[in-house]
């Protein structure tokens, strides 16, 4: 597609639910990244996908967060029995040098 | 880890005014990049400086990269209510392609 689609775009869950975001990347870009934005904070990072390479999860908070990429494109970041902490907007972006990266519009998640 | 410090954090002006935000980082910036968020949207791209003393300027916006790499700036010239957001800068972690972002202005522009 033209852009990084995410969804859902809104994700009302009860505590302890698991709960699966969805990325589409741009075609034809090879790293993908999830980041993590809470109201009034910068972005953090989670996860990183390059190529067949190895994730870089040193972002994750906890082994209850948790995400893959198939075939190289879709990318799903799942949490576990969520905590009313995980309240946030979820931001993926993909790059295809690491110049310039294209953010999806988030998805907002709402942990009750 | 490097950190990128914004500031100021908030920023409400009227329209027509100028304006200047500034990230500053704690070690040399391989690279700079520019992001603004619209809410509800993610963050879009503005601009990438590479080099020490770098001005790139986009219509009424002006970025300037330090000389010695390790600040930068964006003054807006004559701000429109279209330029409200929130202002994000972010560097490459140092032999990686992940960015680290600060934590942003946010922008308020009253018409």
């Known amino acids: 597609g033209a852009g990084v689609s995410q969804s859902p775009s809104n994700k009302v869950t009860e505590k302890g639910k698991d709960v699966e975001l969805r990325c589409d990347p741009i075609s034809g870009h090879t790293a993908l990244y999830w980041y993590r934005q809470s109201l009034g904070q910068g972005l953090e990072f989670l996860i990183y996908?390059?190529?067949?390479?190895?994730?870089?999860k040193s972002g994750l908070p906890s082994d209850r967060f948790s995400a893959e990429r198939t075939g190289g494109s879709v990318s799903t970041l799942t949490i576990q029995r969520t905590q009313q902490e995980d309240s946030a907007v979820y931001l993926c972006?993909?790059?295809?040098?690491?110049?310039?990266?294209?953010f999806g519009s988030g998805t907002r998640l709402t942990v009750v | 880890t490097q950190l990128l410090e914004q500031s100021p954090q908030f920023l409400s002006i009227q329209e027509g005014e100028n304006l200047t935000v500034y990230c500053n980082s704690s070690s040399v910036f391989s690279s700079l990049q520019w992001y603004r968020q619209e809410p509800g949207e993610g963050p879009v791209l503005l601009v990438t400086v590479v080099t020490g003393g770098e001005v790139k300027k986009l219509k009424r916006l002006t970025f300037q990269f330090g000389d010695a790499r390790k600040d930068s700036s964006l003054h807006i010239t004559a701000a429109q209510p279209g330029d409200t957001g929130l202002y994000l800068c972010a560097e490459l972690q140092g032999g990686s392609e992940k960015l680290v972002f600060g934590k942003g202005t946010k922008l308020t522009v009253n018409p």
């Open positions: 972006a993909s790059s295809f040098s690491g110049y310039g990266y294209t």
């Open positions: 996908f390059q190529g067949n390479s190895a994730p870089d």
